[in-house]
């Protein structure tokens, strides 16, 4: 059997991050397993600027981002394996990959790094009535067929979901000749970054109509229409608010999913919020040395958070292969690990079931219109100076605080005049904070109204 | 069409079409079958529930009965003999309501009348014992071991493919206009030019009565009646394990929960009476109703998995019963009209029943040379590693997967274009490989698939199409 000490799954932005800091960190022994022809993931078909602002201090397109990426990981020599498609991780990491060239392999990792990214919703899941025509694309596949195949999908467009694949493609489509109609978003907010309202709609005149969905999909052959309904409060259509608009391709961009399915197959806990699994905070999953970043482990609007992310997750399994499992902690091979899954709480309110053992964890807990965190633990002892804990919100809030408690005390307060759960949030955790509470034994991220 | 003279022409590539052309195709006979659509199993055959159906609905001693037994007693070893899914999952008739026990037993009185083997009754706790996610509202059961599940593509495509193979000819994209009778039989005339013809099945779904009222002053009606089901994910297939019906009652007529043969959960349909055709739009209502009446059956359905909704139509005739056979008024033209459920259960049983009327009628010879077998398209995601290892080896484009839901290799994409009968659209790559019928309904893997399809059909990419003309994917 085929052995490595690392293996990456996937040559996303997420898996490339990682992977440049596990060789940085240490590990010599590292495979990245890509199923697309090419390292970079979907940042090859987001040709538009905007991204490494917070990475490069400059903006560049996806595929400039991705070649970064790319040039370090060729620099530090670190081997992948294009057009491999893992079908099977078990307990044991061992990677079963299909390919052209090496056919059925078997590769036995010690350590895992999940980056398998996500996949857009589509039109079956939403449950959209109506014929099923031709001209219904997800967002990211008219993307792809627009900006690396070369051919466009359709003249005059509608947009289901305001997702920041959906918002892009607007802008893409209308610079390309086509006309969009309109940019339905079923929610009163939109699900995109407010940057992209703006550059993608409303400098081009798109309207974004809030509270409204697709309630019938006409046309046989190809799309040749659509009707739009307004929504209620219980985001049921209706009645009377019907509009018709005549088209040849509807695109939907109504969300992404983490593409899990090797993870829960090989049965690591899953975060029904985020569904992505549950990690700790060096980002490793209640399976030991599998760790997680990017997108299969909660979907993220910046890809330079995803590379930061992933960068943690690369630097730990370095540390998990240099020192092995329980000197990660840091507290000697006796003290208890913080695994993922003690950091699941009861109540649902981040999702999971009660921890059973683990002493030296703290549960991370979101509450009060915090939807989720990653990650879900933290172990004080072996955790680094600070980490970063992201999150979503459950609805669009105005003048309210994020709240971080240990144990039912205040510990910050950071005031915001906006929230959205288009747009991740992060607080900071240092390890210092910690010091005074030896006993802690959950950290609870919440928001609050200014009183 | 010059030469276009058979002895026997189909109308309707559907599975009882597609049936009698495998069943014609034993005989020393031309047969020709027109389709109207780009492939065989386009219409009703498509969408439907893919039950094969025990047989104690049908009314003892009616055609139905008698074809629906007998069709699911050939469907085991036809399904070997070309290579398609099938399962006997059994099947469950699920009573809610002490005071509908009688209509429960004249049931089973029915199936044993009808021979059905193996029916029995069973209370509502041997019930949940079977099926842990029934309703707790069960009282009762009838329990049918026979019942089962099939790919009703997998069916179709295999009896054209080897009615293909055994020479039948399939015509696409010809669709029938006006059928006229000559002193030879018929002449029939379609937007591909005129077809001269001996005799004529037709077994044109919906379309049905049309063709026969083309030819016969004795008119029949046929009513699309729609039906709206929700298919769920994989993950969600092993909800239950049979095929969950539930007795016709004062809540109306059921609908069904039933694993397909490819393991996800399909919940429907409903019967909607309609006008149109070719009005397979779902509607909020029907979904509505198909997920509801389902919560009835079963419980925690988990409906956030849906992955797609579709509505079918059945070609329901206003004497709810099976046409087949000639018109008093029209020698040579065969009916298969009517036929609903149980149509697909039947369908092996009616190619044959048909198809040896018409060759008695003909009087036409078997052949010596008839192959029966016909092999599928290998799964490679269903062989051993060691299998699939050596045909990688092969066959390296069985290496390269493009449909990751499902597990689909360019390989086998490659073989559904290429083999006999190849599919043209992608939807016809979707019936024979399951390309794009995963979680994410084709979203990573449209734009390869469009471009191995371009690229072994010579299609230029603009002409690509999900099914029939004008459904073209590319607009620019």
């Not at chain 1, 589509?122 to 990211?140: D, V």
């Not at chain 1, 921890?355 to 219109?369: K, L």
């Amino acid at each position: 059997m085929i052995q490595h000490d690392i293996v990456i799954i996937g040559g996303g932005p997420a898996g490339l991050a990682a992977a440049a800091a596990a060789k940085k960190g240490g590990a010599d022994d590292i495979l990245i397993l890509e199923r697309d022809g090419v390292l970079g993931g979907i940042l090859n078909q987001c040709i538009h600027n905007g991204f490494g602002l917070h990475t490069f201090k400059e903006e560049l397109t996806g595929p400039e981002y991705a070649s970064r990426f790319i040039k370090i990981v060729k620099e530090l020599g670190i081997p992948y394996q294009l057009n491999s498609m893992v079908i099977d991780i078990n307990k044991e990491k061992e990677i079963t990959v299909v390919s052209r060239e090496n056919g059925l392999q078997v590769i036995k990792a010690k350590s895992i790094i999940l980056a398998m990214g996500c996949r857009e919703r589509p039109r079956g899941a939403l449950n959209i009535p109506g014929y099923r025509p031709a001209g219904i694309y997800t967002a990211g596949t008219a993307q792809r067929l627009v900006n690396i195949e070369g051919h466009m999908v359709g003249k005059e467009v509608v947009i289901l979901g305001s997702g920041d694949i959906g918002l892009i493609m607007a802008r893409r489509m209308t610079l390309e000749g086509a006309k969009v109609k309109v940019v339905a978003e079923l929610m009163p907010y939109s699900g995109g970054l407010k940057r992209n309202i703006v550059q993608c709609l409303d400098d081009f005149g798109i309207p974004l109509k809030l509270s409204h969905t697709v309630v019938n999909i006409e046309g046989k052959g190809r799309v040749t229409g659509i009707t739009l309904a307004e929504v209620g409060p219980d985001r049921k259509p209706i009645p009377g608010t019907e509009e018709h608009y005549s088209c040849d391709t509807l695109l939907l961009s109504c969300g992404l999913i983490p593409e899990n399915e090797l993870t829960r197959n090989m049965g690591v806990s899953m975060n029904p919020v985020t569904s992505g699994p549950m990690v700790n905070d060096r980002l490793e999953t209640d399976t030991e040395g599998v760790f997680a970043c990017g997108n299969v482990l909660h979907v993220h609007d910046l890809v330079d958070y995803v590379s930061e992310e992933a960068a943690l997750a690369g630097q730990n399994a370095a540390k998990y292969i240099l020192y092995g499992a329980s000197k990660t902690s840091g507290n000697g091979a006796d003290a208890p690990r913080c695994s993922a899954d003690a950091g699941i709480c009861t109540g649902g309110s981040n999702g999971g079931t009660e921890s059973s053992s683990a002493g030296a964890c703290v549960a991370i807990r979101a509450e009060n219109g915090v939807r989720y965190t990653v990650p879900q633990s933290l172990d004080p002892a072996a955790m680094a100076e600070k980490i970063t804990v992201r999150f979503r919100v459950a609805d669009v809030y105005k003048d309210r605080s994020i709240c971080v408690y240990y144990d039912g005390k205040l510990i910050s307060k950071k005031k915001k005049r906006v929230l959205a759960p288009g747009e991740m949030e992060q607080v900071v955790i240092l390890k210092s904070s910690l010091a005074e509470y030896p006993d802690l034994k959950e950290i609870t991220i919440r928001t609050e109204e200014e009183s | 069409m010059e030469n276009a003279k058979s002895d026997v022409l189909i109308i309707g590539g559907g599975v009882i079409g597609c049936s009698i052309a495998r069943e014609l195709s034993k005989y020393q006979c031309r047969t020709i079958l027109l389709e109207k659509d780009e492939d065989v199993c386009s219409g009703t055959s498509k969408a439907n529930s893919a039950i094969v159906h025990a047989g104690y609905d049908a009314k003892t001693g009616s055609l139905k009965a008698k074809l629906n037994v007998q069709g699911n007693l050939m469907m085991e070893p036809l399904a070997k003999e070309l290579d398609f899914d099938f399962k006997r999952n059994a099947s469950m008739v699920l009573c809610f309501d002490k005071e509908d026990m009688p209509a429960l037993q004249a049931l089973y009185e029915r199936g044993v009348a009808n021979g059905v083997p193996g029916l029995k009754i069973i209370s509502g706790e041997e019930a949940r014992q079977m099926e842990p996610n029934l309703s707790d509202e069960v009282v009762s059961a009838l329990y049918a071991p026979t019942g089962g599940i099939v790919c009703p593509f997998g069916l179709t495509i295999a009896l054209a493919e080897n009615a293909f193979e055994n020479g039948v000819e399939f015509f696409f994209n010809t669709k029938v206009l006006e059928i006229v009778k000559n002193e030879n039989g018929y002449l029939v005339k379609t937007n591909r030019g005129d077809f001269e013809t001996t005799y004529i099945v037709n077994a044109a779904g919906v379309y049905a009565d049309e063709f026969h009222n083309m030819v016969s002053e004795k008119k029949i009606h046929i009513t699309p009646r729609r039906g709206d089901y929700c298919l769920l994910d994989k993950e969600a297939g092993n909800h239950v394990s049979a095929t969950i019906f539930q007795l016709p009652g004062k809540y109306g007529k059921g609908i069904l929960v039933t694993p397909t043969v490819h393991g996800n959960l399909l919940v429907g349909p409903t019967a909607i009476d309609q006008e149109d055709k070719d009005g397979t739009a779902t509607t909020a209502e029907g979904l509505a109703e198909a997920c509801e009446k389902a919560t009835k059956s079963v419980k925690n359905v988990p409906f956030r998995q849906v992955i797609t909704s579709f509505a079918g139509l059945r070609a329901h005739e206003d004497n709810n019963e099976f046409v087949l056979g000639e018109p008093e008024d029209a020698e040579g033209f065969f009916d298969a009209a009517g036929i609903e459920s149980p149509g697909l259960s039947c369908a092996p049983a009616m190619g044959l029943y048909l198809a040896e009327m018409v060759a008695e009628k003909g009087k036409f010879e078997k052949k010596a040379d008839f192959k029966a077998t016909r092999k599928g398209i290998v799964k490679a995601a269903e062989l051993s590693r060691e299998e699939r290892a050596a045909l990688i080896k092969e066959k390296p484009e069985y290496g390269t997967i493009i449909c990751r839901c499902e597990n689909i290799s360019e390989g086998e994409i490659v073989d559904a274009i290429t083999r006999p009968l190849g599919a043209r659209s992608l939807d016809g790559i979707k019936r024979r490989v399951r390309q794009g019928m995963g979680r994410c309904q084709a979203g990573f893997c449209t734009p390869r698939t469009m471009e191995i399809l371009s690229r072994e059909t010579g299609i230029p990419m603009e002409q690509i199409c999900k099914n029939s003309n004008g459904s073209e994917m590319i607009r620019g």
